[in-house]
């Protein structure tokens, strides 16, 4: 079962599958716009996957509390009031909060933060419904396109 090789030295993937229209044929779709339909939806399922069900919120604490490795300092609010949110997890060193905002390193000691924002993953149910009934959908007209002869 070996491939055929073409004029430009390239291999021909599958060997036994000569052209598109017995590739799309062996999916059970007899037409191009069938097939592109699919693609579309698998890509929409992707695309919704790759967002994720759940999401990153800050949620505040003291500044005397001390996350856990898994949970990032994503922000903090001083004693006047300003809400300072960091463009990635910041560090606790000692007792300082070491971060970067735009770009730019922000220093901010403890005793001048009211608030840690601290990051919690929380499910979020609208992308979680959206995501299962794409998926769903994309199986529904899958399967009632094949034809099970």
């Not at 949620?59 to 004693?79: F, I, K, N």
């Not at 007792?95 to 905002?101: A, F, H, P, T």
Request: charge should be positive; glycine fraction near 8%; include cysteine.
């Amino acid at each position: 079962m070996g491939s055929k090789v073409t004029r430009a030295g390239r291999r021909r993937w599958p060997p036994h599958l000569p052209c598109r229209a017995a590739r799309i044929s062996l999916l059970g779709m007899e037409s191009i716009p069938a097939c592109r339909a699919l693609t579309a939806c698998v890509v929409v399922v992707a695309l919704i996957a790759a967002t994720g069900c759940y999401v990153q919120r800050p949620l505040p604490h003291d500044p005397t509390y001390q996350p856990a490795s898994w949970e990032p300092v994503l922000g903090v609010v001083t004693l006047d009031g300003a809400e300072v949110m960091f463009d990635e997890p910041a560090q606790l060193e000692g007792s300082r909060v070491v971060g970067r905002v735009d770009g730019a390193r922000y220093v901010a000691e403890l005793p001048e933060v009211q608030r840690l924002l601290v990051g919690h993953k929380t499910l979020d149910k609208p992308k979680t419904w959206i995501f299962g009934g794409t998926l769903i959908a994309v199986f529904a007209v899958f399967f009632a396109s094949i034809s099970l002869n």
